[in-house]
């Protein structure tokens, strides 16, 4: 296990809670990602680093047969309450193979804010090729690189791994930096394709709510997500 990654213990119910109505990933992340998913009615999709089980619930929601995997047992506590049944839940280390699925066994794999903290990712997106039927689709979401680099400071092309403090320092998220073309690159490389790419402003919503939030993230772009096909 990529232990310094995957969200444990208190880092791990910090998510679960902060993820429920934070502008990030509630309004800005989730939506963005959820409309690019379209339609999943009847699609069999694996949630990549589950998390807290926020994207699975909603797929199920949405009459999805959803497979959450994640590497925290923290996150998967929540996730099993929070889908409460309407998805499979599996603990699973991302930095190892899906050898748990069988060759175009999904039509479609979400990993949302995830691929960022995974050393191994030329293997995982291979894997990923493999379990998702030909046709099928990959939603990707991850930091932006340049709010990195006004974050970090240093080369817009450091791929340097960094201890980032979230909830006012009490916790920091393991993760590597990187310029967009390596994170495209890699992509490309394992033989997806590229459908679409959006920098994701948050849902109208969050201005009633966090008025200074919603301003913030319609200026600097937080996160990137793609939406690309397996030939
Ligand atoms: C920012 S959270 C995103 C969770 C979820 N996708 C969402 O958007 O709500 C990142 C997730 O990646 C998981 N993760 C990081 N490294 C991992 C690894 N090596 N194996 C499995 N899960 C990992 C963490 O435990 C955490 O749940």
Partial sequence: MNEAAAY????????????????????????????LAGDVSGARIL????????????????????VGIDGSETLLRHAEVRVNGRAEILLHDL???LDFA???????????LVLHHVKN????????????????????????PTADWRRFGGSYYSHDWSDRPV???????????????????????????LERLIEPR???????????????LHQAPCFLAVKLQRP
């Fill in 47 to 66: 949630d990549v680093g589950c998390g807290a089980g926020h994207y699975a619930a909603e797929l199920a929601a949405r009459d999805a047969q959803v």
């Fill in 95 to 97: 930095e190892k193979p």
């Fill in 121 to 144: 990712r030329v293997q995982l997106l291979d894997e990923l090729r493999r379990v998702l039927r030909p046709g099928g689709w990959l939603l990707i979401s991850t930091t932006h």
């Fill in 8 to 35: 444990h213990d208190a880092l791990g119910d910090f998510f679960a809670t902060n993820a429920d109505t934070s502008p990030y990933n509630a309004y800005t992340d989730r939506p963005a990602m959820l409309q």
């Fill in 102 to 112: 069988a060759d175009a066994s999904f039509d479609g794999a979400i990993c949302a």
């Fill in 202 to 216: 948050p849902a109208p919503s969050l201005r009633e709510i966090d008025e200074a939030a919603y301003d913030k």
């Fill in 167 to 193: 909830a006012g320092g009490k916790f920091s998220i393991h993760y590597q930096r990187m310029p967009l073309e390596t994170f495209l690159g890699e992509l490309l490389t394992a033989g997806f394709v």
